[in-house]
Nanobody
C-alpha cells in the first residue's frame, strides 16, 4: 500500500510562492504517475497538474498555467509542485495522488483513475 505525504503548504501573500512536496514512505514513486488536485471550501475537488511516470509528460489546469510547475526527483523519491504568483483563488487543500498507469489527455483530471491519495496540505493565499 503506497502512502503519500504532502508538505510545504502554508500562508502566503498574493504574488508569493510555495513549493509543495509529495513523498512516499512505503514505496518508490518512480513507476507511478502523479497528479496534484485541490479542493477549496464549498467547491469540488479539481485537477491542478499531472506528471507521467517518466516525467516527460506534464499537464496543467488553465487556471495555473504559466504559474505552477510540476517536476519529479526520483533521487529524493518526491514530486514537487512549484507555485508562483499565487492568488487568493489558489487557496485550497492540495492533494497528491498516484496512479499505477500513465494517464493521457483530459483523463489526467479524473480522480477515479488514481489509486492512492495523500492527506492533503493547506495552502492559504491572503494579505
Amino acid at each position: 500500500q503506497l502512502q503519500l505525504v504532502e508538505s510545504g503548504g502554508g500562508l502566503v501573500q498574493p504574488g508569493g510562492s510555495l513549493r509543495l512536496s509529495c513523498t512516499a514512505s512505503t514505496d518508490t514513486l518512480d513507476y507511478y504517475a502523479i497528479g496534484w488536485f485541490r479542493q477549496a471550501p464549498g467547491k469540488e475537488r479539481e485537477a491542478v497538474s499531472y506528471i507521467s511516470s517518466s516525467g516527460l509528460d506534464t499537464n496543467y489546469a488553465d487556471a495555473v498555467k504559466g504559474r505552477f510547475t510540476i517536476r519529479r526527483d526520483n533521487a529524493k523519491n518526491s514530486v514537487f509542485l512549484q507555485m508562483n504568483s499565487l492568488k487568493p483563488e489558489d487557496t485550497a487543500v492540495y492533494y497528491c495522488a498516484a496512479s499505477h498507469f500513465d494517464i493521457y489527455g483530459t483523463r489526467v483530471g479524473a480522480p477515479q483513475l488514481y489509486d492512492y491519495w495523500g492527506q492533503g496540505t493547506q495552502v492559504s493565499v491572503s494579505s
